[in-house]
């Protein structure tokens, strides 16, 4: 995919009515951009970045079901990351210093208003697909409810119209560790490292399941005195991602999860998907802790003429990352039987 930035001059209300001057996006996209292209919005999810074929390999690339040839792909970076769009460790502005823990809380609606200047600016007037998974899917959600008229279709996988408390208070466990960790408060790069690896380790409970720990964690040392094998593992993807990533953006992130509320202004959510008149897919995964398919069934029985499908996996909600196969299928049927208004 290739990497490319766009500024908006000028000031860029947030929801809590705070503001970010000239905000920066970062985005990628694969194939070219013409009259009568299928453009496909990614949203990526949590700690992704937006080139999509870095950590959705087996759905992303030349030759794979979201290729650029039969599609034209847009993946954006969402505000508050650090992936080049404006987040913590860029410079205020207004102090000439990077904003650090002083960043404003950015809300899944802002995130999709500020990638809609995007759309606006790539001069994309339809999106065939718009496709999200977990946070993602917040933003797909969000996207079609906010310009139904120029969306064809939208996928959700693995995830819900509303933050639950079983969300939030994953979110909230995660921000105490780092919170714990008092060289957040120093306002530097590093900040914060140690407590944002626990909160990764708390993280990866909630994105694995119970079946997929055990097959792949398991000691096979009958002998050994202190099993080890899954706490290494914990480990492991905690420094994974404080190589990647910061505690900073790692908390706005989190807050803005907190946000998400498909009904709010628009008379609760079951109004809202009610009205939803976008041809939808929903799919769920049945070893899902975090986003249990009874959310996904939850939409599918509210938003009007849309389908559900359930992915059958061992890895929990990291399966929408991992069962490409699977998820090739249900997509191409889903496509296959719908058509263009």
Excluded at 28 to 52: M, P, Q, R
Excluded at 121 to 130: E, H
Excluded at 193 to 213: C, I, N, P, Q, V
Excluded at 311 to 321: E, N, R
């Amino acid at each position: 995919m290739k990497e490319e930035h766009i500024r908006f001059p000028g000031t860029f209300r947030l929801e809590t009515g705070e503001v970010l001057e000239d905000i920066e996006i970062t985005y990628h996209t694969l194939g070219t951009l013409t009259a009568g292209s299928k453009v496909v919005w990614i949203c990526h999810a949590l700690t992704a970045n937006s080139n999509a074929k870095d950590w959705w390999e087996g759905m992303v690339g030349d030759d794979r079901f979201f290729n650029g040839q039969d599609y034209f792909l847009v993946c954006a970076n969402v505000p508050g990351s650090c992936y080049g769009t404006t987040g913590p460790l860029s410079v205020n502005p207004q102090t000439g210093k990077p904003y650090f823990g002083n960043f404003p809380h950015v809300t899944v609606r802002d995130m999709v208003a500020a990638h809609n200047k995007l759309r606006e600016y790539l001069g994309i007037d339809r999106i065939y697909a718009v496709i999200g998974s977990s946070i993602g899917g917040f933003q797909a959600i969000e996207y079609a409810m906010s310009i139904p008229d120029r969306i064809e279709h939208l996928v959700l996988i693995a995830t819900n119209c509303r933050v639950t408390p079983w969300g939030t208070a994953f979110n909230e466990a995660q921000r105490m560790s780092i919170f714990a960790d008092k060289t957040y408060f120093d306002n530097v790069p590093e900040g914060g490292l140690e407590g944002m690896k626990a909160a990764r380790a708390t993280a990866l409970l909630s994105y694995r399941s119970y079946d997929g720990y055990n097959q792949t964690q398991y000691e096979e040392n009958d002998d050994v005195i202190f099993a080890d094998k899954a706490a290494s593992y914990e480990r492991y993807q905690g420094k994974k991602l404080a190589d990647r990533f910061n505690a900073y953006s790692y908390v706005i992130m989190t807050k803005a999860i907190d946000s998400h509320n498909a009904g709010r202004f628009r008379g609760g959510v079951d109004r809202a998907l009610a009205a939803l008149n976008v041809k939808t897919l929903l799919i769920g995964i049945d070893s899902d802790i975090l986003f249990p398919t009874a959310e996904l069934k939850f939409m599918h029985d509210r938003i009007p003429n849309s389908q559900y499908a359930e992915l059958s996996s061992v890895f929990g909600h990291d399966g929408f990352l991992l069962e490409s196969k699977q998820l090739s299928e249900i997509m191409q049927n889903f496509f296959d039987n719908t058509h263009s208004r």
